[in-house]
T-cell receptor
Framework: AQKVTQAQTEISVVEKEDVTLDCVYETRDTTYYLFWYKQPPSGELVFLIRRNSFDEQNEISGRYSWNFQKSTSSFNFTITASQVVDSAVYFCALIPGSGNTGKLIFGQGTTLQVKP | DGGITQSPKYLFRKEGQNVTLSCEQNLNHDAMYWYRQDPGQGLRLIYYSQIVNDFQKGDIAEGYSVSREKKESFPLTVTSAQKNPTAFYLC??????????????FGPGTRLTVL
């Protein structure tokens, strides 16, 4: 089965707190691609990061960082020193390497609310 | 500016009517996708097209139809056969589906409500 699970439905933090959004995936493919997207209240999904299954290096981009661990099939996303503008729904997604469709398999999303 | 446009932003439909959602991109992308989003759920794939004049069903294609006559356009028709069409519809495109890892870029979405 190909599946993405985001167990946290909603998270609420106070500005400047660090927050981690969890993502666990399932796939039998040895080659696959993982993504994070942000959906602000306007509705449009914004691409944040892509990771392929052969690259387990963690990545940092400003206040954002991603921890990819194949051993636990997880691809977690951390926001450091959160800001009100980070309030959005965040989706983790998977593209399996087989099938050649480019179809994104999404998790249910985590709604992050950052309070001032 | 390059991007994806969807229209209308809000659409109201009476039961039994067909409606068409527009999606246009000027990114010169080969692949285009339609997703449906319901409250508290992730996005689910309705249809996708990897090249002009070709398209494939996604996971929830029943009650929907598409066409891909031009590279930049991928309209979605919600037919009366779709029993629960009220949802948020998002269109996306990617450079080429041959490289399946290409990130998809999304439009602003159309919110469809059945009255």
């Amino acid at each position: 089965a190909q599946k993405v699970t985001q167990a946290q439905t909603e998270i609420s933090v106070v500005e400047k707190e660090d927050v981690t959004l969890d993502c666990v995936y399932e796939t039998r493919d040895t080659t696959y691609y993982l993504f994070w997207y942000k959906q602000p209240p306007s509705g449009e999904l914004v691409f944040l990061i892509r990771r392929n299954s052969f690259d387990e290096q963690n990545e940092i981009s400003g206040r954002y960082s991603w921890n990819f661990q194949k051993s636990t099939s997880s691809f977690n996303f951390t926001i450091t020193a959160s800001q009100v503008v980070d309030s959005a729904v965040y989706f983790c997604a998977l593209i399996p390497g087989s099938g050649n469709t480019g179809k994104l398999i999404f998790g249910q999303g985590t709604t992050l609310q950052v309070k001032p | 500016d390059g991007g994806i446009t969807q229209s209308p932003k809000y659409l109201f439909r009476k039961e039994g009517q067909n409606v068409t959602l527009s999606c246009e991109q000027n990114l010169n992308h080969d692949a285009m996708y339609w997703y449906r989003q319901d409250p508290g759920q992730g996005l689910r794939l309705i249809y996708y097209s990897q090249i002009v004049n070709d398209f494939q069903k996604g996971d929830i294609a029943e009650g929907y139809s598409v066409s891909r006559e031009k590279k930049e356009s991928f309209p979605l028709t919600v037919t009366s056969a779709q029993k629960n069409p009220t949802a948020f519809y998002l269109c996306a495109s990617s450079m080429t589906a041959l490289a399946v890892y290409n990130e998809q870029f999304f439009g602003p979405g159309t919110r469809l409500t059945v009255l």
